[in-house]
């Protein structure tokens, strides 16, 4: 049987790293439909329609990218991964201790290459309303995986639209491995 698995494209490369070799047929939506909870629950509630037996789809989503999200799992009989967003997917409980250091925002390299389309074309913010939201932040960690390259361009250009300081933390995909493991099980 075909295991197969419903995401959000943010953590693609990850996500086909972990899985490589293994039997799941993976279907991603695009990046940043969180940033309207009505139409990240049509593409889903879409996208489940189009993959078949509910029985055998699984949801790489967090429990909080959308309100919904468990319910909207339970009400089609799937499961859905046990982690809040993508970034408690890669950091698991390092994510607390991480946040006890300092008020953090994160990203992934998927967020670096998608910022743009997120904050500027979906949330329509322009560089106030950046200095606005980031300014909360005194740090920006993004989390790297060593399979998606971080240029060091997009890095600059990222910070310039949230002025807040970029720092990059090595981290691995156990803690991805095990949440897909479990929801593939």
């Known amino acids: 049987m075909v295991q197969k698995l419903l995401c959000c494209e943010i953590l693609r490369n990850e996500i086909e790293q972990v899985l ?31 993959m078949g037996n509910s029985a055998e789809i699984s949801l790489g989503y967090g429990t909080m990218c959308h309100p919904d999200m468990e319910t909207m799992a339970c009400a089609k009989g799937i499961k859905v991964m046990q982690s809040k967003n993508c970034i408690e997917m890669l950091l698991g409980d390092k994510l607390s201790e991480l946040d006890a250091e300092s008020r953090t925002f994160y990203l992934t390299g998927g967020w670096l290459e998608n910022w743009r389309k997120i904050f500027v074309d979906q949330l329509k913010w322009d560089k106030v309303d950046a200095r606005q939201n980031f300014g909360f932040y005194e740090r920006i960690l993004l989390l790297d995986t060593g399979i998606v390259p971080i240029d060091d361009e997009k890095i600059l250009e990222f910070f310039d639209y949230a002025e807040v300081p970029i720092e990059i933390l090595p981290v691995d995909l156990s803690n991805l491995e095990k949440l897909l493991s479990t929801a593939l099980d």
């Open 20 to 50: 490589q070799g293994k039997n799941v047929e993976i279907k991603y939506l695009e990046a940043g439909l969180h940033t309207d909870f009505k139409k990240l629950a049509n593409a889903i509630d879409n996208a489940l329609d189009s």
